[in-house]
């Protein structure tokens, strides 16, 4: 099994779209910061307006972590659409180009097969989250420096995380974006598996979340039943990681919906995969 | 040991509304070069993509060396390698990487590197080995298929029309390296096509399937005997012609087509009954050995042109 992964690793890797999630981001984060350089202080003194009228603030507020929260929050609509350009294009890539006829007719089963691919979606994912983390964390301290971080809690109201904790914070808050973004990469490796060209998984992906997106932020009665039940009312549970103190009882119950989702996406992929018949 | 590597019983695929194939009856042997052979439409790839599990049947079951391919896919599939249709490869990857990766899957590890090499050179593309295939032509394509194909010493090959787009050059260096397959590596090869030349070039059993359906197999010299030294005769007048043929001893099976009289003549009488001809007064404008296998596949199948 680790053969059959690592040369998916290695197919996914060799290919040009697999660095363009990582070529977005890397000139996409130098701009933002570039911006923040230049207007950040405005936007901070902007946003501590109220409290500066009550309290006495000092230090550096505005630092490298306020910058990569500040990114990450910004970033979230966008990472999706680079991981389903990836994700959607592992099954429906090999049909396209006909590499099926060279891969299924070998001694291995399919179910192998499909777990390689969906471990090497799974890792992409999660290379790309954490070269976002790498870049917003590294760039972010190297130009603004550090400091404590002051973050919104809905509860609690202003929270002030001290800087000797931020990195333990921000290290859990990206795992739990990457687990939230497994299920995007689930998404649209299970789309990958109906269809067979390589733009299709990436469309259908995103009309999904924003479907998904509207209905999760629509102020209406009718659909806060089902709104506790959508993965996209817990892709930002990353946000409760910067909380103090953080509230375990909705971490766990995101984590395990996030993860039904997953293991759902990748069951019905199975399914559709075993009894697919390969006609390209 | 079963002599019968591969055997199809009833094996049939149905879509919608048609069956793509039906109650395929195939019983290849060890060392066989078997000839599937049909027209265009006939069924052969969707027979092909059943033996190779690309397609679940709809009815029937394939076994290959003594493995029932639905309960133990992976013992089945471990001696067999194919190219169905056309060879397609990774494109962005080299030959090289592209060997390794359809070694790894029937190893289980990947392959070294000698032996991916070596392979490389049977095919004569060790040279381009670290390029990239998207660079290859059709028949380099043809030929990394093939080897891709032999890299794990298979017992059994299965090729679906493998001379498919090659030039008349790349046609003959395909069939030669199907029959060194067979007797120097005593590999035992599938061959599915409709170009009747090619199929009796290199084969010793065949099938013939037609819309679907499974119209005869067996060894091709068996099958071929019952049309042996038929002849073309272009003679005039026709009805002079025919009256002479039938009167003659050695000679049986005379009628009259479209295309000219079509008679049974053993080749060594064949000078007898033009001399017989002309005797006659007939006019000799051409006798023509007809192509026998074209002329059984035509019975058989009822086309035109395969």
Redesign the interface.
């Known amino acids: 099994m680790f053969?059959?992964i690592s040369?998916e690793l290695?197919?996914t890797y060799?290919?040009?779209r697999t660095y363009i999630g990582f070529i977005a981001v890397g000139v996409l984060l130098p701009v933002i910061m570039w911006i923040m350089w230049i207007e950040g202080g405005k936007f901070i003194q902007y946003q501590l307006r109220t409290l500066q009228s009550e309290f006495l603030i000092t230090g550096n507020l505005f630092n490298g972590w306020v910058i990569a929260q500040i990114i990450m929050n910004g970033l979230w609509v966008h990472v999706p659409s680079l991981i389903a350009l990836v994700a959607g294009d592992q099954l429906s890539g090999e049909a396209t180009?006909?590499?099926?006829?060279?891969?299924?007719?070998?001694?291995?089963?399919r179910t192998r097969?499909l777990n390689a691919k969906y471990i090497a979606t799974l890792i992409y994912t999660a290379s790309l989250v954490i070269f976002i983390a790498a870049l917003s964390l590294g760039l972010g301290q190297w130009i603004f420096g550090t400091g404590d971080l002051i973050a919104v809690d809905p509860r609690e109201g202003i929270v002030i995380l001290a800087e000797e904790n931020l990195l333990m914070h921000f290290l859990f808050a990206y795992l739990l974006a990457i687990w939230s973004m497994f299920v995007v990469a689930s998404l649209a490796f299970f789309i990958s598996a109906l269809v067979e060209n390589a733009i299709g998984p990436i469309i259908i992906t995103m009309t999904v979340l924003a479907i998904f997106y509207v209905i999760t932020f629509l102020p209406v009665e009718s659909v806060e039943d089902i709104k506790p039940w959508l993965f996209t009312t817990h892709m930002n549970v990353w946000q409760q990681a910067l909380r103090d103190p953080m509230d375990w009882d909705i971490i766990r119950d995101s984590v395990l919906i996030l993860g039904a989702y997953s293991a759902s996406f990748w069951a019905a992929t199975l399914f559709l995969f075993r009894?697919k018949?390969?006609?390209s | 040991m079963n002599d019968i590597i591969l055997r199809t019983t009833n094996l049939g695929k149905h879509y919608k509304n048609r069956w793509a194939a039906q109650d395929i009856n195939l019983e290849v042997h060890r060392g066989d070069v078997f000839g599937f052979l049909g027209p265009n439409g006939a069924g052969k790839s969707t027979s092909i993509r059943m033996i190779l599990s690309l397609i679940k049947p709809t009815t029937g079951s394939v076994q290959l060396f003594g493995h029932d391919l639905a309960a133990e896919r992976e013992k089945a599939l471990m001696n067999v390698a194919g190219i169905v249709e056309k060879p397609d490869f990774y494109l962005y990857l080299s030959a090289f990487r592209n060997m390794q990766i359809a070694g790894s899957l029937t190893l289980g590890r990947t392959p070294d590197k000698k032996k991916v090499m070596e392979t490389l050179q049977v095919v004569g593309l060790a040279e381009r080995a670290l390029d990239k295939v998207k660079t290859f032509s059709h028949g380099m394509k043809q030929r990394l298929g093939i080897a891709q194909a032999l890299l794990c010493d298979p017992q059994l090959i299965m090729l679906d029309e493998p001379t498919n787009g090659l030039d008349p050059q790349g046609m003959k260096e395909v069939r030669e390296l199907i029959l060194r397959l067979s007797t120097e590596r005593g590999i035992t090869v599938f061959l599915s096509s409709h170009l009747l030349n090619e199929v009796e070039q290199v084969a010793t059993r065949m099938a013939i399937i037609n819309k679907g359906k499974m119209i005869v197999q067996g060894s091709v010299a068996d099958l071929l005997k019952a049309n042996a030294n038929k002849v073309l005769v272009h003679a005039e007048p026709v009805k002079k012609a025919v009256s002479t043929l039938t009167a003659m001893k050695n000679v049986s099976g005379v009628t009259v087509t479209e295309e000219g009289i079509i008679a049974r003549i053993e080749p060594k009488f064949a000078p007898a009954a033009v001399k017989g001809l002309v005797e006659a007064k007939c006019k000799v404008f051409s006798v023509q050995p007809r192509h026998s296998l074209e002329e059984y596949f035509l019975e058989k199948t009822g086309a035109s042109e395969p």
């Open positions: 053969n059959l040369w290695f197919k060799a290919k040009w180009a006909g590499t099926f006829r060279l891969t299924l007719i070998r001694p291995v089963s097969i009894r018949d390969i006609l």
